[in-house]
């Protein structure tokens, strides 16, 4: 299947601001939507990680991407979602992917994934008013931070009460739980027992490993087959444009390694290297490290329970000066309200 990019994806860009002032994808934003948004790459993920009866009985060679994005507009930094219809024992159905992006788990996240879910319904149900039945929603969480998730994959263990109430209210409690891929247990043999394609397993390793790792470009070394097998298959320079920008945009590689294991693969790699990070240049690769560290402040924010309000949220992501943003990020670790992250 041509390595095609779903509905409305393009090669990633690093620009702060998308056509009509929408925040721009962040980069894991954009190359899990570029490379999954693939039905061929997101089948291979799911045959390695769904419970073996349930995938047996999807028609992953039927597998469609379905256009919409379901999150909450304050959670799109740390949120990327793709939707996907499916035949499951020949009913219609629909899977549901979504990656985390942040180093620790999200203690509410089956609430999250619930609500997603929901809207996905409620989607369906605009489309077809008539419906007395509602499809199936295989929900996925691919998770990548830095620490295996410990938190609730049911909504159940969300609930706040104690074990004699639960289990005298649990009848009429919502009972939900999503599947999980915690790709900071996973290591390099077990991402290659699972049969992805070439361009699923590349990206599943740089969004384990890449961000803020001067050691990435040594780490893809031993797939060098696997990443010109990328740039081989039909449309495969835009997946490649993909994984290069993502490399120079998070990960703290040095300029000359991407490029010398660019031209190990062949001159149209190391051409296409060449043209990446002239793109890059021209946009302004700092912006594109000025939304990471934007988004690290925010994650500290989070972790510490602090609140974000509009206005801070708005000054920290519209920010493209990385001095600014160091000296935020040292600051966000001890003030004690947002706001007081801009006063001296």
Known sequence: MADQPGPGEGPPSPDRKAPGGQPAPTPHDAVFKRVFGVPANAASQLRAVLPPDLAGRLDLGRLAPAPG????????????????????????????????HQSSDDPLMAYRMLRYVTRIWDQYEREHPKARRLPAVIPLVVHHGRRQWAGPLQLLDVIDLGPTAKEAAQPYLPRFEFLLDDLSGVDDQQLQDRH?????????????????????????????????????QPSGVEAFIAILTYIEIVSD????????????????????????????????????????????????????????????????????????????????????????????
């Open 69 to 100: 994005s379901f999150v909450d507009g304050s959670l799109r930094w740390r949120h990327s979602d793709l939707l996907f219809t499916a035949p499951l024992d020949g009913r219609d159905a629909f899977v549901y992917i979504l990656v985390e």
């Open 196 to 232: 992805l394609t070439p361009s699923a397993e590349i990206t599943l390793v740089l969004l384990r490993d890449a961000s803020g790792n001067p050691e990435i470009v040594a780490r893809l070394r031993p797939r060098s087959g696997k990443l010109r097998a990328v740039l081989d």
């Open 253 to 344: 590689a040095p300029v000359g390694d991407l490029r010398d294991l660019a031209a190990s693969l062949g001159p149209d790699a190391e051409e296409t290297y060449v043209t990446t990070a002239e793109m890059l240049r021209a946009e302004g690769r700092v912006e594109g490290k000025a939304l990471g560290k934007a988004e690290d402040i925010l994650v500290v924010f989070e972790q510490r329970g602090i609140d974000v309000d509009e206005r801070s949220r708005g000054l920290i992501e519209s920010c493209t000066d990385l001095g600014t943003l160091n000296g935020w990020f040292r600051r966000a670790f001890k003030v004690g309200k947002a706001s007081d992250l801009f006063e001296e």
